[in-house]
């Protein structure tokens, strides 16, 4: 059956805020390692960072009806993320749509799929993420559904998730762990920074985090390079 | 047999400036979904747009020969299409080639395989669009032909054949066919320019497309999502 | 056995020097169109030219304890280049170690697998060539070994060798050829500036490298595309 | 944290049973055309189709140790399953760890990485849907969880799920819903049957399902191919 | 417009069954190395061989209503040639379609694109050359047309042409060109017949095809392996 | 410069035949987890498991000249590997080449690149893993080297290294290390024999391998599944 979830639980504003001040690679971390979508979802132009609530859209491949459907859904700080039933490279997405997602204030969109008027949503600074620019053309026949779980890249996305994304990809944080992963976030960021002036300062590593023994205890040696050759 | 056809015609230089002023997606939209290159073959530098008659070269894999043949058959305006027969991404294609086309005032380069001295083109304005940047050399051995009709990155291009690249990738127009289809990206411009200042302001395609009943009809349902968790 | 090899011979400065005023695809020409690694290899941003000595990082999948093994072993002008044992995108290297890089004066990295913390990459202006960019994180359990002949994206490394890269990829020179290549590197970009000034000048290159003759021996035709249509 | 699901509930037997029945494509369309992995799941060798419950394994990339703690989580009419936490096609499974799940008659392993020894996992018929097949050996260090919800090849598994998978590749039928989609499998194969027998004595598929009034009202025009060449 | 051509020509029965003689790479190499389609395109099953004449469809990806449409186009001794206009896995061929396509004495399904039931295929030796098996099902919504030309996996299809297709993939001799390309194709077999005799009996192709002094000219040098290591 | 060695030093025989009797993930394993080369290479037919002494040609894209060349350097006993200096998918090698290198008694090809006539190399019995299969023809027109060191699949593979091959792909032994190689190979079969037995029996390898206070001291949870749902 295909369903629109109309009002959704989404994590609290200030919780997204707070995410929103840190990496991808550092909240991926402070969560355990999860929530990565994959590598092949790139940002259509570099610099872009955000932070926002998932509206999810599943829909069949090379066919857009649905992301016109959840347009509807969206609200100010969300973060739309489509995902297609079957691989496609089409181009789902244009500079039009994203002029209906911006007047409603949505903050960008994640699809693991084509977009395409990248140059127009460049100059807009409207961010995307996505596996492909192709201005293939798609279809508005057959209906799918907005924000149930969908998979997006590899990863598990659920409507009202937070989606953080900057040059290095895509990160989904499950609505319910928001506010301990922006703790750990937190922590982690507050650890880094004294590990990154050590570092720059020219202490190593193998000494900061005291590697050399377990290095040895497992039985790594080290030799001159052979004179001969 | 290799030949090189020396006298193609063209389209009319009024028609090709006339789609240079529309982007790839409009154009591939307005002849019927139909003239995409494929989404692997990606610009070297972001913001190149440009529209030119096609030269067509066929050639064997990771031999650049013919490109040296077919740069005598361009003049001011062409664009230089290079297909090799079977899959190869070495560098056919750097820097002293672009100064010959260029001295030329052929305006790209669109290649099925590697190009290299990326630099140097971007530092020329010289755009290239080609699915691989390999400094792989390439050797001088055996024939193709010019001005043949070849496939490039899936996609049939003939010679005179109008060439629309973007940062959405290269869309084909066939010569016979530019005339019509300029009107007809002309005229979904103009359409496209309104709907953009409706949804600037807010409204939704869902009415503005008046996809409403239609959705309904397909059965598509709209629902709260439940309270439990 | 896993073992890290300490004080390994370097190519002279003032050689390492030397080829790096030229680029990469002149290098590879210049040693007899050998050497590049494949082009799956790409620059995080545009514009970095370096050359270096290689400091090699053999490893596991997904597991960059090696990598803080090597940082030690590297001095001033070196450039570490890493691959791990079987295929993998996750991100080895991030913003921490190319400060402590950085901080060792190590001109660039090598990856053949994924790295993270791009945007600060950027702004550090740390240049890294990697096969991928992914937030995914690595553990710190298993050996590998330091400065190791290794195969990177298709090509050997040794350590030593000489790592000249740019916007077209990575070439390797080893060692005890650096000397001739950077003479034969010469020899090419002067009778390539004497070549570019003639094809600027609108001379062709069929005329210039003396094709016509071997193009019709071989049986190329010449041929007006035919009226009809 | 890791954790390992020790108690989950499975589909009945007789459900399993039932959609055992049907291939991977019947199952598909029965329950709405979701469900399905993706198609670069490919099995070991041809002919093998199974049904079972799913006991699902999230591991990190090249580490195969939570295989051997799922191991024991699996009893008679299991199905493994198993997803690494970023991309890898190391060979994480051969003839030992097969052996082990025979000896418990776990019907079959869908991996969404690399498995060797396929010489001896065909000859002990032990069937295997995998991306890879590849000998690289994996390293037992570092945690996961077993009866998790996972992505494997970008569809979700949970734990009881039932799992099909034929030639034709792998689809998953959540439990709750697999007495449903039981039913609907048999009627669509009831369908078929009768459409299968009109097929074969020659009737058109345009006719049997009605196509012709609709094809026309959207424009479809037949026309003899002209005859000038 | 989308348009079904109804009468298209096709090449002479005799000349279709004279190329079937031949393999694929033979048919390749006697119509000068051009005519084959990309390796993408894999057989379901090994040992078929098999040539007719090309039915072609241009259809959207992951729609397969043209299939139903070209089923009534296709006559004894047809090959269905499935192209869509945008890249897809999907499953848009089966059991069904195959026993309709059989009923007419069709020869075989060339699709770039994924088929399903390849148990079913294989068991009725109904045999399929594409890029992808997956069950993913496809809509019936969107127009397409049959027998125009398309590009299949990089090559071009026109109607009529001759599709010769085995274990090494699929080639397609125009139709205007067969009887030139049987001819040729009937003495390369003959003088292949004679260097395999010569080389079965231990003669290097280096003599019987006069390669040494050639390879002298260009410089090859033959050294005895250095003694030290 | 172009060079074919004339007479390499090759593994003892004894070496040879007693590898030949493990597969290749046995001897991966016991050399350490080296030596595989990437499991893009793939055998044209199952079953085939082979050991033998390699001679190596490094070659140009789409030119299969040297191995006519090498064809002379081949003896009994020998596997003729092939590395194309860039990427290439062509049909290098196929019905004609194989009886010339079965005359010799050569044993298999390796070759990372495409072959083609894949039916009668069957039929001969002649075992190829490629990368690729593809009708493609190549040219003779640029010399390569003949017995020098190559890097084939990612892996490094110098003449009279041990090539052993199997389904699950290619392993390369030095020959300098081919004794000690054996020697661990059998050792570890050994072991593996144990512990087959142990695992039939119904054993966990949690217990064989005694991990569990390991798995506990790193964390580890077994719980029950919860019961709400």
């Known amino acids: 059956m295909n369903v629109v979830y109309t009002n959704i639980r989404r994590a609290a504003v200030e919780v997204v805020q707070g995410l929103g001040r840190y990496g991808v690679a550092t909240v991926h971390e402070a969560q355990g390692r999860t929530g990565l979508l994959g590598p092949t979802l790139r940002p259509i132009y570099a610099g872009a960072h955000i932070a926002g609530c998932a509206v999810t859209v599943s829909l069949p491949p090379a066919d857009n009806w649905m992301i016109h459907v959840a347009v509807e859904q969206c609200q100010a700080g969300d973060v739309l993320v489509v995902a297609p039933t079957s691989s496609s490279d089409a181009g789902y997405f244009g500079e039009l749509l994203a002029r209906s997602l911006a007047a409603r204030e949505v903050r960008a969109l994640i699809i693991d799929a084509g977009v395409r008027d990248v140059r127009a949503l460049t100059d807009m600074r409207f961010p995307v993420w996505s596996k492909a620019v192709h201005a293939q053309g798609t279809v508005k026949e057959t209906l799918g559904s907005v924000n149930v779980p969908v998979v997006c890249a590899g990863g598990l996305v659920s409507p009202g998730d937070i989606v953080i994304a900057d ?43 005291d590697m050399r023994a377990k290095l040895a205890k497992r039985g790594l040696v080290f030799r001159p390079q052979s004179l001969t050759e």
């Open 167 to 209: 040059d290095d990809g895509v990160c989904i944080v499950p609505r319910l762990e928001a506010q301990a992963v922006l703790k750990a976030s937190e922590a982690r960021e507050a650890k880094e920074a004294a590990t990154r002036e050590r570092l720059q300062n020219g202490e190593l590593g193998l000494d900061i985090y």
